[in-house]
């Protein structure tokens, strides 16, 4: 009969408690290494500095001749800023399109008078097999109206056909005319970027376009009336 | 055998407490070269944006020691660095902490505005009766690097389809939006802008800022471990941690460019 060695109960149980209260050691240890380095040491650079600036507001200063011109640079500085920063923001109407959530604001003698919903860029990268591609964003920034139009019509860009899998025709082809789906007005950003109606009022709210700003027909009578060519226009 | 069992105990101990010792050490070296980075920068901002005597126009120093002398140079500052950015068509940053708002403009106009729920700044930084400080905000803060739990530009990339039989027309997008929206935008001159969502929309939201600040801080940990054990004082990154809504907080990150600018006013 084969006779085995079994250890003492209390001894093993006291030897796991030993071990495990070992490793418990080295795990806080850890932890509390850890978190001084993490946030200890960021809390400790903190400390103010002992050499902070004493203000002392000394009368016998105030009192001084070059003390009062220097008061007086200043402020005269700070009024010419002043001037400098009102004079980007004139009284004439400009509209703000809010990309993320697709809001338009209309202003007039700084003075909100209309705002709704819109559809801005999807953010979508179209690409082709043969290595083209175009990237559907409202462009961000400082823009104005270059033209305004009445009744427009759409020429089709390159992309639109790629985009239905069509076969894109010569620049001057007569497919490339669409009537009707810009709605009554279009005002152009440059570059190809128009704001302008849309068939699909059901998307009004959402990043559907591939650049262009769309707006709801009421609103875009609005900001046809209201802005003129050279009227700003901020995206963000 | 039990001499020999009381040898071992003692030669563990002693490692263990030689252990401790190096430990220890190394943390009150840490300790010290971290605690000189923050002095570090005092002198480096101090050697580029101090008052330097103009024959023309000599100045009395002491009024850098004057508290309305350096509330004008605090409204100065602020104004010149709107000014610089106004004079381009991009978009940037105006943090006004006096009032707890972060203004979105663009050529002077203000197109979006944040109210901040919750501030914590640097020592450093919040000290507005500083020539110093008050001279480095009088041109704007670029932003270097972004870390964000959001991408800037959220681009799907779609195939075009071969011929008209493959083509099929777009859903209407999905936009529920949930994502957590916590950033981190690091400034040329190693200022750090923290911005997380104040709200929280999913009960693991709060979690999620957690994670999100412990990774970064981790970051900056490693950082500074390195430059440490290469016997090298740290960088030291003053921070502005801000908390404001979250829809805020996307629009924000969303409009700014990759190298935007910041004014900061406080």
New interface residues.
């Given amino acids: 009969m084969d006779e085995k060695r079994i250890p003492d109960d209390g001894f093993l149980k006291g030897d796991v408690i030993r071990i495990v209260f070992n490793w418990l050691l080295i795990v806080i240890a850890a932890i509390s290494l850890l978190a001084f380095l993490l946030y200890g040491i960021p809390a400790l650079q903190e400390i103010p500095p002992t050499g902070r600036t004493i203000i002392t507001n000394s009368d016998e200063l105030k009192k001084d001749e070059s003390y009062k011109k220097q008061i007086t640079l200043i402020k005269r500085d700070i009024q010419r800023l002043t001037w400098r920063y009102n004079s980007y923001t004139s009284g004439l109407s400009y509209m703000v399109i809010n990309t993320t959530d697709n809001l338009f604001y209309l202003y007039r003698n700084k003075k909100l008078i209309r705002q709704g919903h819109c559809s801005t860029g999807s953010f979508k990268m179209l690409k082709t097999e043969e290595g083209r591609s175009w990237v559907f964003k409202t462009p961000k920034g400082k823009f104005w109206i270059h033209g305004k139009t009445k009744n427009p019509s759409w020429r089709r860009p390159d992309w639109s056909f790629v985009e239905e899998g069509l076969p894109i025709p010569p620049q001057d082809h007569y497919s490339r005319w669409e009537y009707g789906v810009l709605g009554d007005y279009a005002l152009s950003l440059g570059d190809g970027y128009l704001i302008h109606g849309t068939i699909y009022k059901r998307f009004l709210g959402m990043p559907v376009t591939h650049g262009c700003v769309r707006m709801n027909d009421d609103d875009l009578e609005a900001i046809f009336n209201t802005l003129n060519i050279g009227s700003k226009v901020f995206i963000f | 055998m039990e001499t020999e069992r009381i040898f071992k105990s003692s030669d563990r101990r002693a490692k263990i407490i030689a252990w401790i010792v190096i430990?220890i050490l190394f943390?009150i070296y840490?300790?010290i070269m971290?605690?000189i980075?923050?002095?570090r920068k005092?002198e480096a901002l101090k050697s580029e944006y101090c008052y330097k005597q103009n024959e023309n126009?000599?100045?009395?120093e002491?009024?850098?020691?004057?508290?309305?002398?350096?509330d004008?140079?605090h409204?100065?500052s602020f104004?010149?660095s709107?000014?610089t950015m106004?004079a381009t068509?991009?978009?940037y940053l105006s943090i006004r902490l006096s009032d707890s708002t972060l203004n979105?403009e663009?050529?002077?106009?203000t197109?979006?505005r944040a109210q901040i729920r919750r501030i914590n700044i640097?020592?450093?930084l919040s000290?507005n009766?500083?020539?110093i400080i008050l001279s480095m905000l009088s041109s704007p803060l670029t932003i270097s690097k972004n870390f964000s739990s959001i991408e800037k530009?959220?681009?799907?990339?779609?195939?075009?389809?071969?011929?008209?039989?493959?083509?099929v027309p777009?859903i209407?997008?999905d936009?529920a939006d949930f994502e957590p929206v916590n950033y981190i935008m690091e400034m040329d001159n190693g200022i750090r802008l923290h911005i997380y969502q104040e709200d929280k929309l999913k009960p693991g939201d709060g979690l999620y800022r957690s994670l999100f600040d412990?990774y970064h801080?981790?970051r900056?940990?490693a950082k500074?471990?390195w430059r440490v054990i290469t016997f090298r004082v740290p960088d030291?990154q003053p921070y502005i941690k801000l908390r404001i809504p979250r829809?805020d907080a996307?629009?924000i990150y969303?409009?700014l460019?990759e190298k935007g600018q910041i004014a900061l006013y406080f």
């Fill in positions: 430990v943390l840490y300790t971290a605690m980075a923050p002095a005092m126009n000599p100045v009395d002491r009024i850098f020691t004057d508290s309305t002398y350096l004008l140079l409204k100065k104004l010149q709107r000014v106004a068509d991009s978009i979105l663009i050529s002077g106009v197109v979006h640097s020592t450093i000290e009766d500083n020539y530009e959220p681009l799907m990339i779609k195939m075009a389809p071969k011929d008209t039989s493959e083509y777009d209407i997008p936009t412990i801080s981790m900056y940990a500074t471990f030291y829809s996307k629009i969303r409009a460019p």
